[in-house]
């Protein structure tokens, strides 16, 4: 069978193929509107030798199914979490005639707050923090009574644990949704939970706390058609990073509910700070082009970056009653892609020309 | 000199340098201070209160002050210690080199970095800033670099804003070659590797000179099964390899043994047989000349217990700018493979010991070993030649059955892996010749 050549290509996960049909009419439109097809696959279907997959290709509002050539532009939505699949991108990363944004969407922690700490000016957005060992979380709940304990890197974002020192030898500790008291054994207990994983000991403040678990908040930004970082979705969520844990309330109204002062200028000051980091990120990590923070607050309302990530297979948007969101974050990932497309081409002419 | 740079405490607007009172003489007429591609202008004032460091070296360097808005306008590491080189009016704060990576790994950390880690075990007969970064690390507007700087205190690569380095030593291929346009247009810019040539551009390099074209198997370029067709009929048996691929990927050796063709390639040991009139079909269908390839005569190589084997020879220029050979390793194939990289199941053994497995005695090693050199001498200074700035290759050489040397590939970004095994210490100074290298063109000697 001839395969067909497509514009741009939408990588996403086979377990995410229902959803993804919701969104077709979506992609036929937008095809339509702009002139361009898209091809959209998933890396199981790739075949690697040849680059070429099965795939829903979609052109001048047609949608078929068909085999298509692996595209020279392509979005990637989806975590990769076989050997196989990680391997085929990892391959596909590295293909110069290929361009593939988000190639990674699941950061190690310790690296990206590494690179956030070289920036001055992020420093206040951080708290302290250190790789795991029980001398130093002993150091930590002894001199700070408190700590959150992440893991440095994992496919799903993973819960969180903090550990509270509420008197001597007794500790509170809240690991998603459940809380605990351990009398002594807590090294015990922890490394039955960490069980050797690589973690992250953030030295936080006391947390502001909404209805009764710590306030988060996540922001996702994306780049918009001229590469530059846009804020898309704010979501309220409680509980640390734990899922089923969104709330549809505006933050905005969050913030004021809390009574925290001057809170439109906080919501401010959140967006400036994810739209910073990402653009500093951007000289360290390349193709970035969808990505999210996670924000805890002390009870002043400063603001903390709990955890970084790229596109979420759980994400967050198609959870969301409301599919606008949605769609313009798909409206704005495809219009960066054809930008890219469309410099590609400018390039090839200059140097045709020169 | 050895210093090392402290933030003054009088925090003047103005770019100062405060030295003390000995050098003042040495100093006072300079105008400028350069650290990396900036060059900031300064007034030299004395403190009587600093100290002047007699027993001057990595230890003990000599402490000097700046004004925080120099520190600021030079994006200066003030955590570690440089050398200092002068002119008539500018004092320069060095080595100041990079290290421009590819894109092995996706981001780069201090844990990705033990390569680079392991070339530094000599810093303090250095000292500078050596910095590693990709080719989107460098903001233009600012004209500044995010990348990871050696900390030797904490003996870790770790993140900072930093100038852009004068010397580059290019460590990466895989990206497009307007960023290095870009850097070389940078005044004064020294970037090596700064190009690396296919199979079939290099063969069209070499082959222009008669000493050279000895080593060379006769090689033409695919275009159709034709092209196969000619060279087989001519040679019997050839090997076809992507000019754009290392480590072997892509190689396919085909023999005609009377009206068919076998075929074996880099994945697999068992060969297969083709029709000779199904070739352009076949290899079309199996989508195989996607890439541009090469077809070149097969080589009756010399075997060890029926493997094929290969010498890598890793040349680098030493600090007086001269080509070195730092090491050889040969590299014997994994059973019924044909290719060498150890990655795909070969093994490595010195020449010594590859000469005596493959001839037993009928080959004198010492000799080889010269010869080996020489040739890639030869070929180094053919590259120099060409007007690019190179400062290391891997060749790839081998030797026939009739003990006659083959030019099979090089690289400038060789792997030397199989050093690990065979003698860390020459793969710990291959990993650290570039360090002295690149300082000594940025002005700075080993002390």
């Given at each position: 069978m001839e395969e067909s050549s497509v514009d741009l290509g939408f990588i996403y996960n086979s377990q995410h193929r229902l959803k993804l049909k919701k969104m077709i009419p979506f992609f036929s439109e937008w095809s339509k509107q702009n002139q361009v097809s898209i091809g959209l696959y998933t890396l199981a279907d790739l075949n690697l030798e040849q680059l070429k997959t099965k795939g829903i290709i979609i052109h001048n509002g047609n949608v078929i199914n068909g085999l298509l050539k692996v595209p020279i532009f392509n979005f990637n939505f989806a975590l990769h979490t076989t050997n196989n699949n990680r391997k085929k991108m990892r391959y596909l990363r590295k293909n110069e005639k290929i361009v593939i944004i988000n190639p990674i969407n699941s950061f190690n922690q310790t690296i990206l707050f590494d690179m956030l700490s070289s920036f001055p000016t992020y420093l206040p957005f951080l708290f302290p923090y250190e790789s795991f060992t029980k001398e130093k979380l002993e150091d930590a709940l002894e001199t700070k009574k408190k700590a959150i304990l992440l893991k440095e890197k994992s496919f799903l974002p993973p819960k969180i644990i903090q550990v509270k020192k509420a008197e001597s030898n007794v500790f509170e500790i809240f690991y998603g949704q459940n809380k605990q008291t351990i009398k002594e054994e807590i090294m015990d207990y922890l490394s039955k939970v960490i069980?050797?994983?690589?973690y992250l000991i953030l030295k936080g403040e006391d947390l502001l706390t909404w209805k009764g678990l710590p306030l988060e908040v996540r922001i996702y930004v994306q780049?918009?058609?001229?590469?530059?970082?846009?804020?898309?979705e704010k979501l309220v969520k409680r509980s640390l990073l734990a899922k089923n844990s969104v709330y549809t309330a505006s933050l905005e109204e969050v913030f004021k509910e809390s009574m925290l002062q001057d809170h439109l200028k906080k919501v401010e000051l959140l967006e400036q700070v994810s739209l910073n980091v990402f653009s500093a990120l951007d000289f360290y990590i390349p193709f970035l082009g969808h990505c999210f923070l996670d924000f805890v607050f002390d009870h002043e309302g400063n603001p903390y970056v709990l955890y970084i990530g790229g596109w979420d297979t759980d994400h967050l948007l198609f959870r969301l009653d409301d599919e606008t969101s949605a769609v313009e974050c798909m409206k704005s990932a495809f219009s960066y892609l054809l930008e890219l497309k469309n410099q590609a081409k400018e390039e090839k002419r200059d140097s045709t020309c020169g | 000199m050895w210093v090392k740079i402290q933030k003054a405490t009088d925090n003047e607007g103005d770019t100062t340098i405060i030295v003390?009172?000995?050098?003042n003489e040495q100093w006072l007429h300079k105008t400028h201070v350069q650290y990396g591609e900036r060059s900031i202008p300064?007034?030299?004032?004395?403190?009587?209160?600093?100290?002047?460091n007699q027993e001057n070296n990595y230890e003990n360097p000599q402490m000097i002050h700046f004004s925080s808005a120099l520190i600021e306008k030079l994006d200066l590491i003030d955590k570690i210690t440089y050398q200092i080189s002068e002119d008539n009016e500018t004092i320069s704060l060095g080595p100041i080199?990079?290290?421009?990576?590819?894109?092995q790994q996706y981001y780069y950390h201090d844990r990705y970095l033990q390569e680079l880690t392991i070339s530094m075990e000599n810093y303090a007969k250095i000292g500078g800033l050596f910095m590693a970064f990709n080719h989107f690390s460098v903001d233009w507007d600012q004209r500044v670099v995010h990348g990871l700087f050696y900390d030797f205190e904490l003996k870790k690569w770790s993140y900072g804003r930093m100038p852009i380095p004068m010397v580059i030593y290019r460590r990466g291929f895989t990206y497009g070659n307007r960023f290095v346009e870009r850097l070389q247009q940078l005044k004064g810019m020294f970037l090596?590797?700064?190009?690396?040539?296919?199979?079939?551009?290099m063969y069209n390099l070499l082959q222009d000179h008669t000493s050279f074209q000895t080593y060379l198997p006769e090689t033409v370029r695919y275009v159709n099964a034709d092209s196969i067709k000619q060279m087989i009929d001519k040679y019997k048996k050839i090997i076809l390899k992507p000019a754009d691929l290392s480590r072997g990927r892509g190689i396919i050796v085909l023999e005609k043994i009377k009206e068919k063709i076998k075929v074996r390639d880099y994945r697999s040991v068992v060969p297969y047989f083709i029709e000779e009139n199904n070739l352009q079909s076949l290899l079309e269908g199996e989508n195989l000349f996607k890439n541009d390839y090469i077809i070149q005569q097969y080589i009756n190589l010399a075997r060890i217990s029926d493997a094929l084997w290969d010498?890598?020879?890793?040349m680098q220029k030493d600090p007086e700018h001269q080509w070195r050979c730092s090491g050889i390793e040969c590299r014997v194939a994994g059973r019924n493979r044909v290719i060498t990289n150890i990655s795909n199941g070969g093994r490595a053994l010195t020449l010594k010991q590859a000469l005596l497995e493959s001839f037993e005695k009928e080959i004198d090693p010492e000799i080889t070993e010269l010869e080996v050199i020489r040739i890639s001498e030869q070929f180094c200074k053919l590259m120099d030649q060409t007007g690019y700035k190179f400062a290391e290759f891997g060749l790839d050489l081998a030797i026939d059955e009739e003990m006659n040397f083959w030019f099979i590939e090089a690289n400038v970004r060789p792997t030397f892996n199989g050093f690990k095994t065979l003698d860390m210490e020459i793969y710990k100074k291959i990993c650290e010749n570039p360090v002295f290298f690149a300082s000594s063109v940025a002005g700075f000697k080993r002390m």
């Open positions: 069980q050797d994983k690589p780049k918009n058609n001229e590469g530059k970082w846009r804020i898309g | 003390p009172s000995e050098l300064i007034t030299v004032k004395v403190d009587v209160n600093l100290v002047y080199v990079g290290f421009l990576l590819g894109d090596f590797n700064e190009i690396r040539f296919n199979k079939w551009q010498i890598r020879i890793v």
